[in-house]
């Protein structure tokens, strides 16, 4: 290892070791964990978390008198008032739990846009999107007979802004998009892209899965309607992750799914709802999870956005600037503005082949569409592989990648 590159990651090295799963090896070699745009690795201080709760204070929130019923009540909502700070919601009324992006993005397709839409207003999305962002618009195609529209991605994978003015009308109702691209890495200009939306009194989701983990983000800054989390991307535990809505927005909204929790009276001829967010959270909600995702958004402003950013754009650079030298080493998503994220083709091989290879030399990629399919067609592919780095990745691990994907090429081609 180069001097320059022990030192940098040196400065690095604490955070890695608070991550327990790193240090075990994956067919005999060390594990190097490149897959964290699938799923992150959890930090210690997450597990101890729920560890703890499940320990010493399990108990069902909101419904009890009894001293572990208040305990809970009061983990639970401690994580969704940390939630609320870290993107600088207005209230904590505005952060519903859920199971994740996806599920956010359904809560307001359904509970949000339905009732609103008439045949022939129109959705508008990126052709960027993950599939969660295209197919409950496509339901409500099906259910309202709306119309989806699509902005188109350039050739260096940003979003066309040039053909946005002329896709929205007076029939666009939603402006749905990706923050950031957890195909291509792109980082998308979400604030323009909301004021303009504003002008044109069109409401906006932002899918923020990806960009939690990278980026600070203020969603009273960005200017959007909503935006959508997933804890598991952004060192937490899975199913688990947020909605926030501006409130106005979901205090006119009717719940989407009836059960406990969301009610405030119940006889057989009449229901009434619950207050924000409980209106919104049917059911016993995923108590060790939020608490785990309390822990994971401590944890990261712990370290620092900018921080974790800094880190993450340097190993970016220097593993485009690597990977670069393979030959036929084609990189997708060349954005100005991008992520730690590098999707990429090897002339002649595939990428499935390529991936099951360098895991036998311990690192773990990912190969496919990444549940992006319009988008890996429209670069012509089948697939890519793609490496997404985090904070506990280091220079060294980058090094080490080379030489493998250069044996895997020798092997394949
Ligand atoms: N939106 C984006 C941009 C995503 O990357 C993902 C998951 C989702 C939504 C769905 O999030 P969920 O937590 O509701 O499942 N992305 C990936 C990926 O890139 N590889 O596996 C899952």
């Known amino acids: 290892m180069s001097a320059v590159i022990s030192e940098h990651d040196a400065r690095t090295q604490h955070w890695r070791d608070d991550f327990p799963l790193l240090s075990r090896q994956v067919h005999g070699k060390p594990l190097v964990y490149f897959d964290s745009a699938a799923t992150a690795q959890r930090p210690r201080q997450v597990l101890q ?41 207005s209230s ?52 309202t007979g709306a119309v989806l529209k699509v902005i188109p991605v ?25 923050h950031v691209s957890n195909a291509l890495g792109t980082i998308n200009p979400v604030r323009e892209v909301c004021a303009l939306a504003r002008r044109h009194g069109i409401t906006t989701i932002i899918d923020g899965a990806q960009a939690m983990p990278h980026l600070a983000v203020d969603v009273q800054a960005l200017g959007c309607d909503f935006y959508t989390m997933s804890g598991h991307k952004m060192y937490g535990p899975t199913g688990i992750g947020a909605l926030y809505g501006r409130e106005a927005l979901l205090e006119a909204m009717p719940p989407w799914q009836g059960g406990g929790e969301m009610i405030r009276t119940v006889t057989f001829e009449e229901t009434t709802w619950n207050d924000l ?23 990261i402003a712990k370290i620092g956005l900018d921080a ?12 485009t600037d690597k990977m670069r030298e393979i030959d036929g080493l084609r990189i997708i998503g060349e954005a100005r503005d991008k992520a730690s994220v590098v999707s990429f083709v090897i002339d002649g091989v595939h990428p499935h082949d390529l991936g099951t290879i360098v895991d036998h030399h311990g690192f773990a990629i990912r190969t496919g569409h990444h549940c992006t399919m319009p988008l890996i067609k429209r670069f012509g592919l089948p697939a890519t592989a793609r490496a997404s780095l985090a904070l506990y990745n280091t220079r060294h691990e980058i090094e080490s990648f080379i030489p493998a994907l250069r044996q895997a090429c020798d092997m394949l081609r």
Request: aromatic share 6%.
């Open 49 to 89: 978390a729920m560890d703890d709760f499940y320990r010493q204070h399990n108990a069902n929130v909101h419904r009890g008198v009894h001293s572990l019923s208040g305990e809970a009540t009061d983990l639970f909502e401690a994580a969704r008032r940390k939630l609320c700070q870290h993107i600088n919601a």
């Open 92 to 143: 904590e009324r505005e952060v519903i739990f859920t199971r994740g992006s996806t599920e956010a993005i359904n809560l307001v397709a359904q509970a949000y846009l339905r009732p609103l839409l008439q045949a022939g207003d129109e959705i508008l999305i990126s052709h960027m999107e993950h599939h969660s962002n295209i197919v409950p618009w496509q339901m409500l195609r099906e259910q």
């Open 154 to 178: 350039t050739d260096s994978g940003e979003l066309d802004l040039q053909a946005l003015p002329e896709l929205i009308s007076e029939r666009t109702r939603m402006l749905g998009l990706v």
């Open 277 to 299: 967010p409980a209106k919104f959270e049917a059911g016993t909600p995923n108590i060790a999870g939020a608490i785990g995702l309390g822990a994971a958004v401590d944890y």
């Open 308 to 319: 974790i950013a800094a880190h993450e754009q340097d190993l970016l650079q220097f593993a």
